[in-house]
């Protein structure tokens, strides 16, 4: 693509505000479809899922907290505002494509099938612990579920994304990146760094930006002064599209135009949801700090589930008595599998050392074997000290 | 055949490419120009676009890209231009690459990932052009750190790093990219990550360097032969792991130890293979370990040669040693 072939005479600066990209709706705040908006070609079936994986989110989200505010979890981070963002992308999605995510996405991996006691295993680092109890809570992943595990640091997740799909295109597959991150993020060195690379290199990623006003306690007017970052994906030859981030429906429409576009056109596509963060950063933050109930109260009225619910009662795929069945079902099934699951071992001491490197160094060991000899020494001291009383010699020895 | 390293180096990528479809060579300027040092010639024109492209000027860029292309199942040999312009990858290196593996518990992994990247000085490179930053990397658990100093090495170490199931950093002394000539194997072969070199027996004392420094070992080892002082010369070739079985039984053997760098005194990897050491040999220790190294300073321009940790001050430092 050239640029700069068109001459002018004239001195005109082309202002910040004159690339302002129009939001995408679909539903109406009182759950009824905008007129002038395309249909929707979201069936009955997708659509139950997607409502019941926003309810499940929203409860685990409110249990959990609960549960950290107890002393049963270190910390917690909900997603609670943004699910109908979360779930209506991962929905315009196939299982095939890998997800790429920051951390307040835990909805998308709902939707792929990650159960309960997954949930509580990662948050409570027990045996079971996919990540074999080496990350705070909510940094999941899951091979299975081509959901790559989470890092805290920001943003580094970009070019990645843009690396892998790379990748799925050299190797024919019919398949794309889905990469979510935070308006936050978008400020970091790594967002220009990957949606430039997966321009030049068109790259199937489809970049899914949760605008959801607030970076920790810095809102938006502070994090940017463009129109966003949707304009940003334009800069860098990037179809782009801004959509209600509170409407199911407007999501999962831009998510499947926005993988076939990917796909067909082999190219990154970014996609903005307008969307709030309805709770705290995580259990360590508290906003009243720095916005008002008022702002707050103004978004609760534009919740993203409220809204699904009333166009799916509308259309008689949903009931208040089906409503309350859910509800009371996820509240019992995550609190049986909080309870089961906190009753499960630590993972062995040997997770301290294995997969730093596929097969582990002789000095690593070495350095392995001082450490036992001096758990041993003294094992009511450290954690690991149970596992070595039990077991008599050296605490449960697996992969070294 | 007579090959120098940049040409081994060349050789060890078209053998990796030519052997796996999924090795695919990235970075500044590495497709048709073939890099600027050439290390990539002609490889994108035998292997296509798709496997050996320019990239923006995006460090940071190339390395997380080339992170999710080895998770996602290829072989990606990403080069930095300088290592003096790692550090903006510096965060995908340490945070991403290197805690891959672990942080996931071992459901992904980007092992395919070797990081090239020319290091060193004695080419008038200033501060931005010189630098050896490896001890940086040495001290990140989950990567590997390999440097070799002859053509051969090159060849087979490189080989071995591309095909290693970890993320490896692969610097490449570029002051002696042409100087260092010797005889290549056109086959196919590999030399081991993590094992030292014994090139010269000696009896008084062990000198252990890597990279452009073994040329400043040689030669001082050389000099202190005239006063009948026999040193055994070790090139270290692997930093991360690094090979202490080795070193150690020199220093048993000989009682004296010095350990060169081009990098900076303070926190360079001599100091790790110092305290190691006397922890394992104390007591056939007959004098001090010492570090012949660069300065604390920011790389220098006009005084490269007096910052530079050369054979004349190895050979002092061994004559220090041996009448301690």
């Known amino acids: 693509m050239d640029s700069g072939n068109d001459l002018t005479g004239s001195i005109r600066f082309i202002q910040g505000q004159d690339l302002s990209i129009p939001t995408f709706s679909i539903l109406t705040m009182d759950g009824s479809i905008r007129s002038e908006a395309v249909e929707s070609s979201m069936d009955r079936t997708t659509a139950t899922k997607i409502y019941q994986d926003m309810v499940y989110i929203r409860i685990l989200d409110q249990r959990m907290i609960a549960a950290q505010r107890q002393g049963r979890l270190s910390f917690y981070l909900t997603c609670s505002g943004e699910e109908a963002a979360v779930v209506g992308s991962v929905a315009g999605f196939r299982p095939q494509d890998m997800i790429m995510s920051q951390y307040r996405e835990q909805a998308a991996l709902r939707y792929r099938g990650f159960t309960s006691k997954q949930f509580m295993n990662q948050l409570l680092s027990n045996d079971l612990d996919l990540g074999k109890g080496r990350q705070m809570p909510i940094h999941y992943g899951s091979r299975s579920l081509n959901y790559m595990t989470i890092s805290s640091t920001l943003a580094t997740q970009i070019p990645q994304a843009a690396g892998y799909a790379y990748g799925q295109k050299m190797r024919g597959k019919d398949a794309c990146t889905l990469c979510y991150f935070g308006d936050g993020a978008a400020s970091e060195g790594d967002f220009h760094a990957g949606l430039n690379m997966a321009a030049v290199t068109n790259s199937p990623v489809v970049f899914v930006v949760r605008n959801n006003g607030y970076a920790i306690s810095t809102p938006t007017s502070e994090q940017f002064s463009g129109d966003g970052i949707a304009p940003r994906g334009i800069g860098y030859g990037i179809s782009a599209i801004r959509v209600d981030g509170n409407d199911i429906l407007a999501v999962y429409e831009a998510s499947v135009a926005a993988r076939e576009l990917a796909l067909r056109t082999s190219h990154p596509v970014i996609i903005e949801t307008m969307s709030y963060r309805l709770g705290a950063h995580s259990t360590s933050d508290d906003p009243s700090s720095y916005r008002s109930v008022a702002e707050e109260q103004e978004w609760r009225e534009k919740d993203p589930i409220a809204r699904m619910k009333i166009w799916l009662i509308n259309r008689g795929w949903w009931s208040d008595a089906q409503e309350q069945s859910l509800q009371r079902e996820y509240k019992e099934e995550i609190l049986a599998a909080l309870k089961s699951q906190e009753k499960r071992p630590l993972p062995p001491l040997d997770h301290l050392i294995s997969d730093v490197y596929e097969t582990t160094p002789k000095h690593l060991l070495a350095q392995f074997d001082q450490l036992l000899d001096h758990v041993g020494k003294y094992p009511n001291h450290y954690p690991a000290g149970d596992a070595y009383q039990q077991f008599g010699e050296k605490p449960l020895m697996q992969a070294t | ?324």
């Open chain 2, 1 to 324: 055949m007579q090959m120098n390293l940049l040409q081994a180096v060349n050789s060890a990528l078209d053998i990796a490419m030519d052997s796996d479809d999924r090795v695919t060579c990235l970075g500044e300027d590495v497709g048709h120009f073939g890099g600027v040092f050439r290390a990539t010639s002609k490889l994108q024109e035998k292997y296509g676009k798709q496997r050996c492209f320019n990239t923006p000027i995006t460090e940071q860029g190339i390395v997380g890209f080339a992170i999710g292309l080895a998770a996602q199942g290829s072989i990606p040999v990403a080069e930095i231009q300088f290592a003096d312009y790692i550090f903006p990858a510096f965060d995908q290196i340490v945070n991403e690459a290197a805690k891959f593996r672990y942080r996931s518990g071992d459901q992904y992994n980007c092992g395919g990932l070797t990081i090239r990247a020319p290091y060193g000085g004695g080419i008038s490179g200033g501060l931005y052009h010189s630098q050896s930053p490896e001890a940086y990397f040495c001290h990140t658990p989950g990567l590997k750190v390999v440097i070799p100093s002859t053509a051969a090495d090159a060849k087979g170490l490189l080989l071995s790093a591309i095909r290693d199931p970890d993320p490896v950093i692969f610097f490449e002394p570029k002051a002696i990219y042409r100087a260092e000539i010797g005889l290549v194997s056109d086959e196919d072969y590999e030399i081991p990550l993590g094992v030292a070199d014994v090139v010269t027996q000696g009896e008084h004392i062990t000198l252990v360097g890597w990279g452009a420094q073994m040329r400043e070992l040689h030669r001082a080892a050389e000099m202190a032969k005239q006063d009948n002082i026999s040193c055994e010369v070790i090139d270290l070739r692997s930093l991360l792991p690094w090979d202490l079985d080795t070193v150690a039984s020199s220093v048993e053997k000989t009682g004296r130890l010095i350990v060169s760098h081009e990098a900076p005194l303070t926190g360079g990897f001599a100091g790790e293979i110092a305290a190691a050491i006397q922890e394992r040999c104390f007591l056939s220790l007959e004098s001090p370990i010492l570090r012949v190294t660069g300065l604390d300073t920011p790389f220098p321009l006009v005084f490269e040669k007096e910052y530079l940790p050369d054979y004349l001050k190895i050979y002092e430092a061994i004559k220090k040693s041996v009448y301690f």
